[in-house]
């Protein structure tokens, strides 16, 4: 303890407070905000940035360039749950301090603020990234430097690290409960599969055909097609939709195109309130520019919607808007960047430490019950145990949630018969 | 392919794919007008085309949420207030970016290049701390939604073929003005011979600032009328930029007849392959042609003879 002192205290009032240390066990009856219950020496055995009373996390996003439009939500979230945990009393005794870097939407920018993170900051945990493209640019830093990232967006599978925890889901928990969900209850056999061209959606459609036409009873797909990214012109594939009549169109489309895509479906007459469309790339964030009247009637296969009723979602929205206004939005991956500072405190305080290679031995078997999407679990493989929903979009650009698995869905990164 | 569907199913279909074809060339032409005055008419490469579209849609964005909260009865029609406003925001902002950084590069087309890229990400950093960097949703009044029905199965989208009139409408107005008028002749006639027509009394200084605020305010004007197709947001110019200048030097950059003739060839086979083929491979297919054209014809379709 007096090595503490020692550190903390190089002032004129050092003198009286040694003289006052006689009365040391009147003092801790005190509250001592600012005081860790644990030495420093204990808990950090590796350097990293931590104090008695602080410890540095780094949040890495897109804050300019094209993929700003989607970090944004996750940025705000990660921030949310970081004041929430500093008024709780923070992680073991110490308060959270946040250095922000800018990916710009650029992969090697990524990889050189990662490493500014843990290199110079010594950044105890990163919450960031966004796309596969800039996970798979910064995954080799955390990997030689030894870092811990938590990564919030539902993403392709086919990864696992030691220095990831995957907080959104991976394909096979996005898709599979989705395409037997509308099978089930649409009788529907017949899908038209679209996406824009990158690795996410061809990855994701790839496990779809696999499962409709393995798995499900009659199922065909009638027509698979990819748009360069930032596409504006969907007339054709349009019409080819109507001339095969698929009974669901499972669409996963990101970006400008989604709005361009959804707004000439509209245009082009087919109404969703009788057309079935499924898809996982559209969450309440996307739907802000899509225009809420031109998705309703679609369905979304996620596992959190803004509209989820429980009390945890019900505390987390309120705050969320107070914290970021009230015309913000909470999508799918809002959520589970919300889920990252979370899940590390709680692994942090089940490990009794805050160094990354016993973060990473006790990250499997965390639950966090105060999550807004209800309850999580972090598997062995670093991924989460979470359910799987279906949501209906609405014209105000919300969605109802009209079915949920029964069981937490386990994350497979790596599914057989599936590749 | 078509052996399972009826000939009512194909013929409808083959109509709808027409009118896609239609209703693409006219986007197309739509995005390269404006350009096609910059870029044709004065050489500059300006870079910036796309933000001054996404500032005539973050205009009609701005216009519709005042007629929704402030003349809710006027809604239907504020998109025409809006183009309008869209031409003026976007001309005015032209013209200050001839004033203060074109016309000190006029003998060094490059700089412009890179002059104008700058500018672009200047923009786009604008658009995002005023506007935010989420994508805003443009509401669109009732009747201009959906779609015709010419027959009960042909649909012909509505938002389609407001593009299409409003592209002949402006094609119209921009030939007259520049084939017609006497401003358009003064333009001719600096874009001919500088010097000549500044010694014969033209006012070539003040003529490279309309024609400069023309392209943009047309810009402008698309900018607008592609918030019923596509999305707005600080960056969303840079999925028109690429298909502008392909249109236009396709085309041959001095001439509008040649703008409307390449958008009209590259709309019909971009729309034809996609039928066919799928959207990636169409693009492909439809850059290697103009490539290889381009490189057999580098002065492009329609080239104006110019004493240089």
């Known amino acids: 303890m007096a090595e503490e002192y020692e550190k903390g205290l190089h002032s004129p009032l050092r003198r009286k407070l040694l003289m006052g240390m006689a009365a040391l066990p009147a003092l801790s009856l005190l509250p001592r905000p600012s005081l860790a219950d644990v030495p420093t020496s204990v808990v950090n055995t590796t350097g990293l940035a931590v104090t008695d009373s602080e410890v540095t996390v780094g949040i890495l996003h897109s804050v300019t360039g094209t993929m700003a439009i989607s970090e944004t939500g996750s940025v705000e979230a990660e921030k949310l749950a970081i004041d929430q945990i500093n008024a709780a009393g923070g992680v073991l005794g110490r308060k959270i301090k946040f250095i922000q870097e800018d990916g710009a939407s650029d992969w090697p920018t990524f990889a050189e603020k990662a490493k500014k993170l843990l290199v110079n900051d010594k950044c105890a945990a990163v919450f960031g990234c966004w796309t596969s493209a800039s996970r798979k640019a910064v995954l080799p830093v955390f990997e030689q430097y030894n870092g811990m990232l938590y990564y919030p967006t539902f993403y392709e599978g086919l990864e696992q690290s030691k220095n990831v925890i995957y907080t959104g889901q991976e394909a096979t928990q996005q898709i599979i409960a989705g395409l037997d969900w509308v099978n089930k209850t649409k009788g529907a056999k017949t899908f038209y599969l679209l996406g824009s061209d990158y690795i996410w959606p061809r990855t994701s459609n790839k496990i779809a055909r696999k499962h409709i036409e393995g798995h499900l009873a009659g199922g065909k797909v009638v027509g698979e097609e990819y748009f360069p990214l930032g596409s504006t012109q969907f007339n054709s594939v349009i019409n080819k939709i109507k001339l095969t009549k698929p009974d669901v169109i499972y669409a996963i489309i990101v970006g400008g195109s989604n709005v361009a895509f959804y707004k000439q479906l509209k245009a082009a007459g087919i109404d969703l309130s009788k057309q079935t469309l499924l898809t996982i790339s559209v969450t309440e964030d996307e739907i802000d520019g899509i225009g809420g009247e031109n998705i309703a009637g679609a369905y979304a296969c996620m596992k959190y919607f803004q509209s989820l009723d429980n009390p945890n979602n019900k505390a987390f929205v309120p705050a969320f808007k107070k914290m970021w206004g009230e015309k913000t939005v909470i999508g799918d991956v809002t959520q589970a960047a919300y889920l990252g500072p979370w899940l590390w405190k709680l692994t942090v305080e089940k490990a009794g430490s805050f160094d990354i290679d016993k973060v990473a031995a006790a990250s499997p078997g965390v639950e966090f019950k105060g999550a807004p999407e209800g309850y999580v679990r972090i598997h062995e493989n670093h991924h989460l145990w979470s359910k799987t929903r279906v949501g209906r979009a609405r014209a105000d650009g919300q969605y109802d949630v009209i079915y949920e698995t029964a069981d937490l869905v386990e994350p497979d990164p790596f599914p057989k018969g599936y590749q | ?308």
């Open chain 2, 1 to 308: 392919m078509f052996g399972d569907y009826s000939i009512s199913d194909l013929s409808s279909i083959f109509v709808m794919q027409g009118f896609a074809g239609l209703i693409l060339f006219s986007v197309f032409v739509l995005m390269a007008l404006g350009l096609a005055i910059i870029f044709g008419q004065m050489g500059v490469i300006n870079m910036a085309h796309g933000e001054f579209m996404i500032l005539g849609a973050y205009v009609t964005w701005m216009t519709s949420n005042f007629f929704q909260s402030h003349l809710p009865s006027l809604f239907a029609g504020y998109f025409f207030v809006a183009m309008i406003l869209a031409f003026l925001a976007s001309g005015a902002l032209g013209m200050l970016v001839e004033w203060g950084l074109i016309r000190h590069l006029y003998k060094r087309p490059l700089d412009t290049l890179l002059a104008t890229w700058g500018l672009s990400l200047i923009l786009q950093q604008t658009y995002r701390s005023v506007f935010g960097a989420r994508e805003v949703g443009v509401e669109l009044p009732e009747w201009m939604m959906g779609s015709e029905n010419l027959t009960d199965t042909i649909q012909i989208p509505i938002n389609g073929m407001f593009v299409m009139g409003l592209t002949v409408l402006i094609t119209i107005a921009v030939a007259y003005i520049m084939f017609k008028s006497r401003w358009g002749r003064q333009v001719r006639a600096v874009v001919q011979n500088r010097v000549m027509a500044g010694a014969v009394g033209i006012n070539t200084e003040k003529v490279d600032r309309y024609t400069f605020a023309l392209g943009c305010g047309i810009a402008g004007i698309a900018g607008s009328a592609f918030t019923m197709i596509g999305s707005t947001g600080p960056t969303a110019g840079q999925l028109y930029i690429v298909d502008t200048f392909l249109v236009v030097v396709f085309g041959g950059a001095a001439s509008l007849l040649g703008t409307i003739a390449s958008a009209f060839t590259i709309s019909q086979a971009q729309s034809t392959l996609e039928f066919f083929l799928s959207g990636s491979m169409a693009k492909v297919l439809t850059l290697l042609a103009i490539v290889g054209i381009l490189m057999l014809r580098p002065q492009g379709l329609f080239a104006i003879k110019v004493r240089k």
